[in-house]
Nanobody
Framework: QLQLVESGGGLVEPGGSLTLSCKAS????????MGWFRQAPGNEREEVSC????????SYVDAVKGRFTISRDNAKSTLYLQMNNLKPEDTAVYYC?????????????WGQGTQVTVSA
């Protein structure tokens, strides 16, 4: 069964930085689209950033553009999210998602989430 394990969350002051990691239980993540999502209390889960399979083309939600950077090490099957200039509104549980694409469909696998709290 495919597993994703996130790490790197924590408590940080406004303006601070954190780096999240997501390790996937696959030999090589090149052919999987992976992304970061977050969910704050009372809110729906939203996509923060995505890295497409093969091309690694990146996308970001407007709220984090210029502050967050997504990257991946396919040989280690690990996805990263470098978060700089964090704001209180970034407080949420952050989830990693890996999408398996088949000829006739797709399947999403999620990590357990890691808490990010931005507070003075």
């Amino acid at each position: 069964q495919l597993q994703l394990v996130e790490s790197g969350g924590g408590l940080v002051e406004p303006g601070g930085s954190l780096t999240l990691s997501c390790k996937a239980s696959v030999p090589d993540s090149t052919y999987y689209t992976m992304g970061w999502f977050r969910q704050a209390p009372g809110n729906e889960r939203e996509e923060v950033s995505c890295s497409l399979r093969i091309s690694s083309t990146r996308s970001y939600v407007d709220a984090v553009k210029g502050r967050f950077t997504i990257s991946r090490d396919n040989a280690k099957s690990t996805l990263y999210l470098q978060m700089n200039n964090l704001k209180p509104e970034d407080t949420a549980v952050y989830y990693c998602k890996l999408r398996v694409t088949f000829l006739v469909g797709e399947y999403d696998s999620w990590g357990q989430g890691t808490q990010v709290t931005v507070s003075a």
